[in-house]
């Protein structure tokens, strides 16, 4: 294992100014809706609770995690909350959110469904006619 010094010599000869994460092979990407630059690792999604309080909170730089809170806010301010907004040159980068703990659940196994062939053959219409009325919506 290289030392830490090492480790960061070599960014700073290697990294042609992109992030960290990059220069080890993670993906980084421009978030459009964003205006920022960030890589995989960095778009990171963190819930924080303790015995002590009936809050959890919930920090990301994941847009899609973003979306989901904002609407899950906007559909239910009496449970959720924004505490906070982190910014980059005026656009959201990151959010804080609290959340009553309750509401957390961790699954102990994958959920399979076993399905006729009629029953597949039924989601897959469903799903090629909602992406059909998808792309006409968005045409024009």
């Given at each position: 294992m290289p030392e830490i010094s090492e480790v960061i010599q070599y960014l700073l000869a290697n990294?042609?100014?992109?992030?960290?994460?990059?220069t080890f092979g993670?993906?980084?990407r421009k978030i459009e809706n964003m205006g920022y630059s960030q890589g995989?690792?960095?778009?990171e999604v963190i819930i924080r609770f303790s015995?002590?309080?009936s809050e959890a909170s919930l920090?990301?730089?994941n847009p899609?995690?973003?979306?989901?809170?904002d609407k899950l806010v906007a559909e239910n301010p009496e449970d959720f909350r924004e505490v906070k907004k982190e910014t980059y040159q005026g656009k959201v980068?990151?959010?804080?959110y609290t959340f009553p703990k309750r509401f957390l659940t961790v699954r102990s196994k994958d959920i399979k469904q076993n399905l006729t062939d009629e029953q597949r053959k039924a989601m897959s219409?469903?799903?090629?006619?909602?992406r059909a009325k998808h792309k006409t919506d968005f045409k024009g």
């Open positions: 990294n042609r100014g992109l992030a960290p994460a990059a993670q993906t980084e995989a690792y960095e778009r015995d002590a309080d920090y990301t730089a899609v995690w973003i979306r989901k809170f980068i990151a959010k804080d219409d469903r799903m090629k006619a909602m």
